[in-house]
């Protein structure tokens, strides 16, 4: 069983930073993608970044040179670096965690393909204000 719990959240200001960090409790951490999800008041939930064991990464475009996604396996982490905080991006942030699936394809899956994912954080707080 692996669970996932995130910290780091908070209020920030437009063009402000965050970062946001994930524990992962289990042995074969190393093995997963690990993901980070965000989930604005009235909207559906949208994938935001993922990294695999050897660090490859996807981005959705909108953040793309604003935030980074990292893993410390010897730590069983993954952050999310977030800079130039924009106020549409307040958003109640999961991390998640999935054995198969790769990063760029969990950044193409549909909504209906979330519930398949393997595991998810109870989610952190994070308010942009303007």
Do not use: H
Not at 10 to 33: D, E, H, I, P
Not at 40 to 69: H, L, M, Q
Request: charged letters at 15%; one cysteine or more.
């Amino acid at each position: 069983q692996v669970q996932l719990v995130e910290s780091g959240g908070g209020l920030t200001q437009a063009g402000g930073s965050l970062r946001l960090s994930c524990a992962v409790s289990g042995r074969t951490f190393w093995t997963y993608t690990m993901a980070w999800f965000r989930q604005a008041p009235g909207k559906e939930r949208e994938f935001v970044a993922a990294i695999n064991w050897s660090d490859g990464s996807y981005y959705v475009d909108s953040v793309k040179g604003r935030f980074t996604i990292s893993r410390d396996n010897a730590k069983n982490a993954v952050y999310l670096q977030m800079n130039s905080l924009k106020p549409e991006e307040t958003a109640v942030y999961y991390c998640a965690a999935d054995r198969q699936t790769t990063p760029q394809a969990m950044g193409v899956m549909p909504d209906s393909g979330y519930s398949g994912i393997d595991y998810w954080g109870q989610g952190t707080q994070v308010t942009v204000s303007s």
